[in-house]
C-alpha cells in the first residue's frame, strides 16, 4: 500500500491537474472534455488499466472520502468528481482555480 499511496501523492503533486479516471466511465469522459474544451494541460491515469488500480482507487477512497470516478485534484486540492468540476465551471471557480 505504501508504494501506491507514494505513486498516487506523486501524481498529485508533480501536476496541476490530475485525473484518476476509468476508460469506460461517461462521467470521467465528460470531466476530461471539459478541460480538454478549457485548454487545460492535465495528467489522467485510467485505473481500469491499471494492475493496481484497485489499489489507487481504495488509497483515494481514504485520502478523500470518495470512492467514485473521475476523482480530480487542480493544485493538489481535492475537487471532487465530474458534477463538482461542472459546478465549478459553471460558477466561474474552475478558471480562477487554473488561472
Known amino acids: 500500500m505504501a508504494q501506491v499511496q507514494e ?3 506523486k501524481i498529485i503533486n ?7 479516471s476509468k476508460s469506460y ?4 469522459k465528460r470531466a476530461k472534455d ?5 485548454g487545460v494541460e492535465f495528467f489522467v ?7 493496481n488500480g484497485a489499489a489507487i482507487q481504495d488509497y483515494l477512497q481514504q485520502k ?3 470512492r467514485t ?3 480530480i485534484f487542480i493544485n ?24
Open 7 to 9: 505513486l498516487v501523492e
Open 14 to 20: 508533480e501536476n496541476k491537474v490530475a485525473v484518476f
Open 25 to 28: 466511465c461517461p462521467y470521467c
Open 34 to 38: 471539459v478541460l480538454k474544451k478549457l
Open 45 to 51: 491515469i485510467e485505473l481500469d488499466n491499471e494492475a
Open 64 to 66: 478523500t472520502g470518495q
Open 69 to 71: 470516478v473521475p476523482n
Open 76 to 99: 493538489q486540492k481535492h475537487i471532487g468528481g465530474c458534477d463538482d468540476l461542472l459546478s465549478a465551471e459553471r460558477s466561474g471557480a474552475l478558471q480562477k482555480a487554473l488561472a
